[in-house]
């Protein structure tokens, strides 16, 4: 299945990120991904077990803060690619209750993002 923070109906709470960014191998992911990158390019160039790195990235995911991309291949053999879903995360403390929140700044969708996503939408109708 694949992701889009952007389209997420609820967002997630301060302490689903919180959590998602204290994560040593995660903060790795989000340094690494400076161009989307597979689970397995993930594994290796951060040197995490791939079934933790599996763990860790749907965490993130889950959080918002990567998107999941498919790449389809003429062999069948589909993969998912994994990009940083945010430019900024700011976490608020409100002054009467003193609750946390989270505001995410997300980068400008490409043409070809947008169109991808009007596509998405119409299959999802039919």
Not at 16 to 44: G, M, W, Y
Not at 83 to 99: L, M, Y
Not at 101 to 110: A, N, Y
Request: aromatic letters at 4%; one cysteine or more.
């Amino acid at each position: 299945m694949v992701r889009d923070p952007l389209r997420d109906e609820e967002p997630p709470s301060p302490e689903e990120v919180l959590n998602a960014l204290a994560d040593d191998a995660a903060q790795r992911f989000i340094a690494a991904l400076s161009e989307p990158k597979t689970a397995s390019e993930l594994s290796e160039e951060c040197d995490v077990p791939l079934s933790t790195t599996y763990r860790k990235l749907e965490k993130l995911t889950d959080a918002s803060l990567l998107e999941e991309s498919t790449e389809i291949r003429r062999d069948g053999q589909h993969t998912t690619r994994y990009a940083v879903a945010f430019d900024e995360v700011t976490v608020t403390v409100n002054e009467n209750d003193r609750s946390l929140s989270i505001e995410f700044s997300r980068p400008d969708r490409s043409r070809d993002e947008r169109l991808a996503e009007l596509w998405s939408e119409l299959r999802e109708e039919t």
